[in-house]
């Protein structure tokens, strides 16, 4: 068990709907990523944040927005879905620094029918 | 850009015997950190071992360890005493300046009877 928990473990919708998944990281780290593992892409780095702050952005669709709260827990938000949305989504969490050093979540299996 | 390259998809190996998955990446930068992650069926992300550029002497945790060639931008992990439970995909990474991981496209490792 990695301290990270995300949830739903799973999620089944239709195209066109909006879904958003939650993320909550280890205790005492302040940053949070977003990764998307598909069969065709891979695993993809999404969106970083540290302390509530957007740090970095990666192939993130215009139809995907995240935020990390007070709290640093996480959402992220995908909307007007469609089937090459389907994939596993993960979230990470690290304390920062140099080495940033990543834990897993158990990921979000999204499937877009 | 920076790249990491996994040219094995599949392996194989017998239990209690040692394998080797190989890992080439690109980066201008000096300064980064590289990370083998193991995926199991459960599709947990779990980091196996990680090695700091900036170390010449190469990583170990227990069974795995790595073959660090930082001129040739190669970073094989070699498992010993290969066990049932190391079947899994194994993804190489890296990062650089404390930002997103960057993935290969991972290598299939079975362990056979």
């Known amino acids: 068990d990695s301290g990270v928990t995300q949830t739903p473990k799973h999620l089944i919708t239709a195209t066109g709907q909006r879904v958003t998944l939650r993320c909550s990281p280890r205790s005492g780290d302040l940053s949070v990523y977003w990764y998307q593992q598909s069969l065709d892409q891979g695993l993809q780095f999404l969106i970083q944040y540290y302390n509530g702050e957007e740090r970095a952005k990666g192939n993130i669709l215009e139809r995907f927005s995240a935020q990390q709260f007070p709290d640093l827990h996480s959402e992220l938000n995908l909307s007007s879905l469609e089937l090459g949305d389907s994939a596993l989504y993960f979230c990470a969490s690290s304390v920062g620094g140099p080495i940033n050093e990543q834990f897993f979540g158990p990921g979000t299996r999204l499937t877009v029918l | 850009a920076q790249t990491v390259t996994q040219s094995q998809p599949e392996m194989s190996v017998q239990e209690a015997e040692t394998v080797t998955l190989s890992c080439t990446y690109d980066?201008?930068?000096?300064?980064?950190?590289l990370f083998w992650y193991k995926q199991p069926p459960s599709r947990q992300m779990i980091l196996v071992i990680r090695?700091?550029?900036?170390?010449?002497q190469n990583a170990t945790e227990n069974r795995f360890s790595v073959n660090f060639q930082k001129a040739a931008k190669s970073f094989s992990l070699k498992i010993s005493d290969s066990q049932l439970g190391d079947t899994a995909m194994y993804f190489c990474a890296f990062i650089v300046r404390g930002n997103k991981l960057t993935f290969g496209t991972g290598t299939q490792l079975k362990v056979e009877l």
């Open positions: 980066t201008s930068e000096s300064n980064y950190y």
């Open positions: 090695q700091e550029a900036y170390k010449q």
